[in-house]
Structure formats: C-alpha cells, structure tokens
C-alpha cells in the first residue's frame, strides 16, 4: 500500500533528502521546505520505499501539494 507525503504549507522546496529507491523509517526528514523564511522538515508517515518524488528542488509548492509516494 502506497502513502503519499504531503506539502503541510505553502512555500518552496528547500532541500529533498531521499532519492527514488530509498528505504526510509517513520519520522525520518525526506524534504525540508522553506515558508515566510523559515525551515519546515517534513517526515516520513511511514516506513518503506520511496517509490516516486514529484517535486524538485526550487519548486513552489501548496498546502496538501504531493511530495513523494512512499510504499
């Protein structure tokens, strides 16, 4: 079963920490986001692999924007 990662603002993508293929644990930082000057990590809900990434570094993104699939 596929869990999606999920923009939890709007801003920008600072920094994308996993690559296709790698296992992550729940909780794990895969992306840091950067709104109104600030640094967002956003986690891991699930452990598995990172099957997809839908965002590049430098992309805007919106609030419940699609991150990466994890499965």
Same mark, same amino acid.
């Given at each position: 079963?596929? !869990? /999606? #990662?999920? !923009?939890? /603002? %709007? =801003?920008? /993508?600072?920094? #994308?920490?996993?690559? %296709? @293929?790698?296992?992550?644990?729940? @909780?794990?930082? +895969?992306?840091?986001?950067? !709104? ?5 990590? %956003?986690?891991?809900? %699930?452990? =598995?692999? #990172?099957?997809?990434?839908? +965002?590049?570094? =430098?992309?805007?993104? =919106?609030? @419940? ?7």
């Amino acid at each position: 079963m596929s !869990s /999606v #990662v999920q !923009s939890p /603002v %709007v =801003g920008t /993508v600072w920094k #994308v920490l996993i690559a %296709v @293929g790698d296992l992550v644990a729940k @909780g794990d930082e +895969v992306m840091i986001l950067e !709104s109104m000057k600030m640094e967002i990590p %956003v986690e891991a809900e %699930v452990a =598995g692999t #990172v099957m997809a990434i839908a +965002v590049a570094e =430098g992309d805007p993104v =919106g609030q @419940g924007d699609t991150l990466a699939t994890i499965e």
